[in-house]
């Protein structure tokens, strides 16, 4: 049973306000709920698959043999699961204890301080502090309030939509985020070699460090009086290249692996890595841009800090590189900008919806759409999405775009069917 009170514009608010039964807005589908369980008692259980822990000390290694290896690690979590825990990835402890200390005391700052940071998605607006607004047909929300923003390159990052207070908010992130920077580069070259390419060729095809963005979302989850009925985020991918995760040390991570969810430990010292959908395309498959939601709970609030490392939107033509298709293994995604591949999706899950609702839909015809080339971009209507049906039905995660991936036909029903999101967990 839940309620039908007004759906507060935080969920903060909502959480704090003593509601024993939650608003049937934020109420999961039946189909979900019967996946929804007890996230503590999840974490406790050691049976079944695990998400991989890689020490990657030696990923730049003098040592052929022991970098070799790492490498090796790191190419097969990535073909098999799309995610791994990372230990001893070389960010500072304490660059890290502060960008968490700095986030939590942002959080635990009134509502209203918090508000003078507020975004507003539907002017374009998307950084800054926020709730998941219902955008598609379903109607449903997520149990989270998060805080959006660019923070590297250093030059593009707009410090003054950062918050003010704790003092320490703007120097630990911007110390965190050129850490992380380095650190992507060591992963992207990992990768690159496992395809057999150049070091430093996914890294150039994804924009380079010029071109290359990434965007911190910190997600707070409240305590929920009923998580056995909501989710902090739907499941989805990411649209990114790679997308790294801290958090609290509260699990909630669950992963579609092997046709079931899966919870991820909470690995003392570690940073969770996802491969996105962009190095999926790029690898044809080969990497895993992995099906991934957020649970909540009862008991403890859950923060994660998510940064989400993006191509620019329309300078890159994102298809299966020429060394990763052949005449037995041909490219299963058609070419796209980052910006048609994540409209695409949007418009795949707004389609879904409406089936699942049986509203009548707004048509639209892309089958004559010019795929623009670099510098080509002038013209805003090249960048809607193409009529290329070869998806399978799992959403994404980036910035505030959740949809669905464009995927191999046979993979068509590996995952179970999800809603829409936004940059995730």
Not at 266 to 289: F, M, Q
Request: contains cysteine.
């Amino acid at each position: 049973m839940v309620t039908n009170t007004s759906v507060s514009p935080r969920v903060e608010t909502l959480a704090g306000s003593g509601i024993q039964l939650i608003p049937k807005e934020y109420v999961r589908p039946k189909d979900e709920l019967i996946s929804i369980t007890n996230i503590f008692e999840e974490e406790k259980n050691d049976e079944g698959p695990q998400v991989p822990t890689i020490d990657i000390s030696d990923i730049v290694s003098d040592d052929k043999v022991l970098r070799e290896k790492c490498h090796e690690m790191i190419k097969e979590a990535a073909m098999e699961w799309g995610v791994m825990h990372l230990v001893n990835h070389g960010i500072s402890s304490e660059v890290i204890d502060r960008v968490r200390v700095a986030g939590q005391e942002f959080f635990s700052e009134p509502i209203g301080e918090k508000e003078k940071y507020a975004n507003d998605p539907g002017t374009g607006m998307i950084q800054g502090y926020g709730s998941k607004l219902a955008n598609n047909a379903s109607g449903q929300l997520e149990w989270e309030d998060y805080f959006f923003h660019l923070v590297y390159p250093e030059e593009k990052a707009d410090l003054s939509l950062w918050p003010k207070r704790p003092q320490d908010y703007i120097p630990a992130t911007r110390e965190y985020a050129k850490e992380l920077r380095g650190l992507t580069t060591k992963l992207l070259s990992a990768l690159s070699l496992g395809l057999g390419l150049e070091e430093g060729r996914l890294e150039k095809e994804v924009g380079g460090m010029e071109e290359l963005l990434l965007q911190m979302k910190i997600n707070y989850y409240p305590k929920c009086p009923q998580p056995e009925l909501a989710l902090g985020v739907e499941a989805h991918t990411d649209v990114s290249a790679l997308s790294f995760i801290l958090h609290n040390m509260v699990p909630g991570l669950q992963l579609f692996y092997g046709g079931k969810w899966v919870t991820a430990k909470c690995v003392p010292n570690s940073i969770i890595v996802h491969i996105g959908d962009t190095l999926e395309i790029l690898s044809n498959g080969k990497y895993k841009s992995i099906l991934h939601r957020g649970l909540v709970n009862k008991e403890k609030v859950r923060i994660s800090w998510a940064v989400f490392c993006e191509p620019p939107k329309e300078k890159i033509i994102l298809k299966p590189l020429p060394e990763t298709a052949t005449a037995a293994e041909p490219p299963l995604f058609p070419p796209r900008t980052f910006a048609q591949h994540m409209a695409h999706k949007l418009f795949r899950n707004r389609q879904e919806a409406i089936d699942s609702k049986k509203v009548e839909p707004r048509v639209q015809d892309y089958s004559n759409t010019k795929i623009p080339q670099p510098g080509e971009h002038k013209n805003t209507e090249e960048t809607k999405p193409l009529d290329t049906e070869i998806s399978k039905p799992c959403e994404e995660d980036t910035g505030f775009l959740k949809a669905q991936i464009s995927q191999p036909l046979e993979q068509e029903n590996d995952s179970p069917k999800s809603k829409n999101l936004v940059h995730a967990i």
